[in-house]
Every structure is written in structure tokens, then in C-alpha cells.
């Protein structure tokens, strides 16, 4: 079946460091969200990627789907403390409303 | 509005009972569906739902799992009989029209311990 792999899963940054957390696909992705899920809670949605070769920015966040939608990724510029928590990559299934959640990658920032 | 609602917020039950599990999606989302989520397993779509109509359920691990949705507002997922392996925490989440902009609303989850 179709699979949706993040690495890495875990990463330790100081703050102020940068972060990137990748997504891949094993099939061609109808578009890709993501979420990020703080510890103890439920996944919120960050945004949409819906082109190929997109590029999307939300203050310190960059997201990027690839040329062959089958791969993203995010971004973080200057991690801060409140950056901790899980973050998923969820690809949607060509030709249905359902969207397969990557493995996640699990961020922590030391002050 | 007040989100995605999930009850019971904790469940502990024995190996054998029967366990049901309820949610309340957004007002005038049209799309609901049912995740679970482990350390080993990660995220897993159970089955999602399209105007109460259950859309695919090959999530769905066995015969032993079950879900319904009657009504525009209330779905239930029931486990029986319950068995350790099921235990895990199980999200309802729900999707409308602004699905691009706001992507699936999550409730809080369900966190299922069966011994």
C-alpha cells in the first residue's frame, strides 16, 4: 500500500538552530498538508501544498512540495522553545478525500 | 464553534469488554474520519465517512472494529471484544468545504488502555 516516510524521526536542536524535517512519498501525491502535534495533544493543520514545485512561508516556516509530488518539506528558521511537538506530513490519495500520514518527525529545542 | 468533540477523553477496560467510542464533528463539515495512533504504528486511517456514508473502511483492523455514523453530527467506533493490542489513542477528525485552507480538525482524542 501506499507509504509515507519522514526523517528523521527524532531531532534534537539548541534554539536558534535551524530544522528540516523531509517527507517522501511512494506514489504521486494528489497534494500534501501538514500538522503539527504538540506532546499529549491532537495534530493541527499548518497548510496546503497543492502545485508541483510549490513554495509556501509562514513566518519562520517554509514549506516546499517537489517537482515530481512525491516529496516535501519543512522548514524552520531560528527554532524556538515553542517549535517542540511532532510534526506530519499527510499525502493525499489521488482520486479520493483521504490522506495517508507520514511516520512524523519528533522535534525538541534546548534553551 | 466548539470543534471536534470526543468522548470519553480516558477509557480503561478489560481485556473481552466491549468499548465505544464517540465523536461530534464541526458543525457543516460533510467529511468525518476515525484515526489511531500508536508509537509503533504512527497515525493509521481507520475508515472516513462522506455525508454519513462510510467511504472506505480498509483501515478498519478486523472484524472486531466497527463504525457508524447516523446522523450529520454523531459517529461512534466500537471495539468488541477489546483486546491489549488495542490499546492506543483514537482521533475523530472532520473536514468541510475550506478543506484546503483548514485542512482536517482534530479532536482531542480517546486514549484506550485495555488490560
Known amino acids: 500500500g501506499q507509504q509515507v516516510m519522514q526523517i528523521p524521526q527524532y531531532q534534537h536542536v539548541q534554539e536558534g538552530e535551524d530544522f528540516t524535517t523531509y517527507c517522501n512519498s511512494s506514489t504521486t501525491l494528489s497534494n500534501i498538508q501538514w500538522y503539527k502535534q504538540r506532546p499529549g495533544g491532537h495534530p493541527v493543520f499548518l497548510i496546503q501544498?497543492?502545485?508541483?514545485?510549490e513554495v509556501k512561508k509562514q513566518k519562520r516556516l517554509t514549506f516546499q512540495f517537489g517537482e515530481a509530488k512525491k516529496n516535501s518539506s519543512l522548514h524552520i528558521t531560528a527554532t524556538q522553545t515553542t517549535d517542540v511537538g511532532t510534526y506530519f506530513c499527510a499525502g493525499r490519495v489521488s482520486g479520493t478525500y483521504k490522506y495517508i500520514f507520514g511516520t512524523g518527525t519528533r522535534l525538541k529545542v534546548l534553551a | 464553534d466548539a470543534g471536534v468533540i470526543q468522548s470519553p477523553r480516558h477509557e480503561v477496560t478489560e481485556m473481552g469488554q466491549e468499548v465505544t467510542l464517540r465523536c461530534k464533528p464541526i458543525s457543516g463539515h460533510d467529511y468525518l474520519f476515525w484515526y489511531r495512533q500508536t508509537m509503533m504504528r504512527g497515525l493509521e486511517l481507520l475508515i472516513y465517512?462522506?455525508?454519513?456514508?462510510?467511504?472506505?473502511d480498509s483501515g478498519m483492523p478486523e472484524d472486531r472494529f466497527s463504525a457508524k455514523m447516523p446522523n450529520a453530527s454523531f459517529s461512534t467506533l466500537k471495539i468488541q471484544p477489546s483486546e491489549p493490542r488495542d490499546s492506543a489513542v483514537y482521533f475523530c477528525?472532520?473536514?468541510?468545504?475550506?478543506?484546503?485552507?483548514?485542512?482536517?480538525?482534530f479532536g482531542s482524542g480517546t486514549r484506550l488502555t485495555v488490560v
Open positions: 477528525a472532520s473536514s468541510g468545504p475550506g478543506q484546503g485552507v483548514y485542512g482536517y480538525t
Open positions: 465517512f462522506n455525508n454519513n456514508v462510510p467511504i472506505d
Open positions: 501544498l497543492v502545485k508541483s514545485g
